[in-house]
């Protein structure tokens, strides 16, 4: 089994920048990439940036780009989101999610989310 858990949301301004933090523990944890994914209230849960595990290539939906960096550190399992110049918009819950092979396609571990909002 793998746990995915979020840590570094928080209330900020607009402008501001934040760092989440998604840790991954389990005793067979292998991941070939790791997602953010994000839900604003009364909204479908949606895309945000992903990362390769082994390669480090990395994918942003066009709302987030150029604002935001994903990042791993293998060595401690953990991906990061590097989230600058925030937006009201930018306001949801946060969650990291884990996809462990290359097909199907689809995330099989989700963490509990982290708050984020960005007042203006």
């Known amino acids: 089994q793998v746990q995915l858990v979020e840590s570094g949301g928080g209330l900020v301004q607009a402008g501001d920048s934040l760092r989440l933090s998604c840790a991954a523990s389990?005793?067979?944890?292998?991941?070939?990439?790791m997602g953010w994914f994000r839900q604003a209230p009364g909204k479908e849960r949606e895309f945000v940036a992903a990362?390769?595990?082994?390669?480090?290539?990395?994918y942003y939906a066009d709302s987030v780009k150029g604002r935001f960096t994903i990042s791993r550190d293998n060595a401690k399992n953990t991906v990061y989101l590097q989230m600058n110049s925030l937006k009201p918009e930018d306001t949801a819950v946060y969650y990291c999610?884990?996809?462990?092979?290359?097909?199907?396609?689809?995330?099989?571990?989700w963490g509990q989310g982290t708050q984020v909002t960005v007042s203006s």
């Open positions: 389990g005793r067979t944890f292998s991941s070939y990439k």
């Open positions: 990362i390769r595990w082994s390669a480090g290539t990395s």
């Open positions: 999610a884990s996809q462990t092979l290359p097909l199907p396609p689809r995330y099989d571990y």
